[in-house]
């Protein structure tokens, strides 16, 4: 059974800095990218940012300059630094990791974790 299991969110201030972690396990073969998206209330989810397995990586234009997507293929994690933080960041944030599991490719999530910004 593959999981992916998200830490790190909470309620920060404007202006102020948090960090989200998200650890794969299980029967996993290989990951390939993985990545961030983020869903506000009454919205869709969004691309947050992606990163390959060679370190590869993209960022929606929203948050570029603020935040920083990395990931230690030793230990299955990828991570989200988030400097510089504003209301319009307050989401669900979703880690998201292509894997091959037993042969087969496929796209898993993480269960979610709330990122709340006050003004």
């Known amino acids: 059974q593959v999981q992916l299991v998200e830490s790190g969110g909470g309620l920060v201030q404007a202006g102020g800095s948090l960090r989200l972690s998200c650890a794969a396990s299980?029967?996993?073969?290989?990951?390939?990218?993985m990545g961030w998206y983020r869903q506000a209330p009454g919205k869709q989810r969004d691309l947050v940012a992606t990163?390959?397995?060679?370190?590869?990586?993209n960022y929606a234009d929203s948050v570029k300059g603020r935040f920083t997507i990395s990931r230690d293929n030793a230990k299955n994690t990828v991570y989200l630094q988030m400097n510089s933080l504003k209301p319009e960041d307050t989401a669900v944030y979703y880690c998201?990791?292509?894997?091959?599991?037993?042969?087969?490719?496929?796209?898993?999530w993480g269960q979610g974790t709330q990122v709340t910004v006050s003004s």
């Open positions: 998201n990791a292509a894997l091959i599991v037993a042969g087969v490719r496929g796209a898993y």
């Open positions: 299980g029967s996993i073969f290989s990951i390939n990218a």
């Open positions: 990163i390959t397995g060679g370190g590869r990586t």
